[in-house]
């Protein structure tokens, strides 16, 4: 996520770099920047869908992430009430494994089993948990959190998504000839259908 999110910000900036210009001369590096500017530079009304789409999604984004952070203050909570957890390292695996096992000695047990010793946390991360209902309690509260961070993601691909659609219409804003082409033939038990975009 960290990546996609890294990603888009640098595109933004280089695009940013080169869409100086009011003129509608850079306006698809515009659309990277912004989604709608490329659109506002060739007066289109098309402009406000793209700026209110984009608003939504960071807006949405933002939500997200607070929503995690907010879950990820819980679970730490829940950890140190019902598992007697006083330490925790940065370390997102680490919080998976609270949830695989009753305690800290079935973890390390585990893995010695395995014979990968050097998967064993620090002794100063140990934790039990009370009961086995607490422990099922904290795994939902992990897999919520888990499925919110996978949420976001998917709105910074809708984010990708929407600059390359903004940037195909200031395309085709620019060039008014794009041509459509589709060709339809009938196929036993449905039909085959072959549409074609030219500029």
């Known amino acids: 996520m960290k990546r996609s ?7 933004s900036l280089i695009a940013l770099v080169f869409a100086q210009e009011v003129t509608p001369k850079n306006s698809m590096l515009k659309s990277i920047v ?9 007066k289109s009304n098309s402009a406000y869908i793209f700026l209110g789409t984009e608003a939504a999604l960071w807006l949405g984004f933002a ?3 607070y929503s995690a952070h907010v879950q990820n203050i819980d679970i730490i909570s829940y950890s140190r009430l019902h598992g007697g957890l006083t330490d925790y390292p940065d370390n997102n695996e680490f919080w998976a494994d609270m949830g695989n096992y009753m305690s800290y ?3 390390e047990e585990d893995m010695l089993e395995n014979r990968t010793p ?8 140990q934790w039990e948990w009370e009961s086995n209902a607490n422990l099922l309690t904290y795994d939902a509260l992990f ?4 499925l919110t961070l996978l949420s976001s993601e998917f709105v910074l691909t809708g984010l990708i998504v929407n600059r390359i659609a903004s ?3 200031v395309r085709y804003l ?9 060709f339809a033939l009938p196929t036993q038990g449905g039909a085959y259908l072959q549409l074609g975009l030219s500029f």
């Open 5 to 11: 999110f890294r990603i888009l910000v640098l595109l």
């Open 34 to 42: 912004l989604p709608g500017w490329g659109e506002l530079s060739n």
């Open 63 to 65: 939500g997200l992430r």
């Open 105 to 107: 000695a079935d973890h």
């Open 118 to 125: 050097q998967d064993i946390w620090s002794t100063d991360y």
């Open 143 to 146: 897999r919520k959190k888990e």
């Open 167 to 169: 940037i195909i219409n």
């Open 174 to 182: 620019k060039q008014k000839n794009m041509q459509i082409s589709a």
